[in-house]
């Protein structure tokens, strides 16, 4: 996408297809407060200041599975330095849907370890939640050290919901690895996070 018109169009062009506003900020890899802002702002009197975003896509690296899985390697890296210092192994590699599947799976494969996802669940704009489940047709994830794989974390409502759903569920989450951090900080409730990418605002 070139400019934010460009941008609008997308959000319009989800929001059309049914997609609801979490669904089209995962899609976008832009705050919920963004994608409101990017569908308002296509009425003509719509004012709002525009919220402090960053878009950020990496559809050239997610449409190629080469460079998907050069990526992959990359972020078993970090996991693995990251657990070094606590002598800590992989159980469980946590995809979170949709697009930490396929950076968990091809990580799962690397690190020799199971395979969870976590779907989230969303609903409609007046009732929107950001709390999931974990899949049934993967692995346990009960006693087990994880690690959590997402795409990009913007505001980390979705990985905090990640970490609170694996404790609730017995399972030990030892680090949080992303392609993009918009959040700027090293931990989410106490879990280490590892990107490839640290973007933060000085503003």
């Known amino acids: 996408m070139k400019n934010i018109e460009d941008l609008i169009q997308k959000a319009l062009e989800l929001q059309s297809n049914g997609l609801v506003t979490g669904q089209i900020a995962d899609e976008l890899n832009v705050s919920r407060e963004t994608v409101t802002w990017l569908l308002t702002r ?45 002598n800590t192994k992989v159980d469980v590699v946590v995809g979170v849907a949709n697009s930490g599947i396929p950076l968990a799976s091809l990580m799962a494969y690397e690190l020799g370890s199971g395979l969870a996802i976590y779907n989230r669940k969303e609903h409609d704009i007046a009732h929107e939640s950001h709390k999931g489940t974990l899949s049934g047709n993967f692995g346990s994830v009960t006693g087990k050290n994880c690690v959590i794989v997402d795409d990009v974390i913007t505001v980390g409502s979705t990985i905090k919901d990640v970490i609170e759903h694996l404790r609730e569920s017995g399972a030990k989450p030892r680090v949080v690895v992303v392609l993009v951090d918009k959040k700027g900080e090293d931990t989410i409730s106490n879990v280490p996070i590892q990107s490839l990418v640290k973007i933060v605002r000085l503003d």
């Open 42 to 86: 296509s009425k003509k009197e719509a004012t709002a200041p525009a919220p402090k975003d960053i878009f950020v896509t990496w559809n050239s690296i997610g449409k190629n599975a080469p460079r998907l899985h050069k990526v992959s390697l990359a972020l078993c890296d970090m996991v693995l330095e990251t657990l070094e210092n606590t």
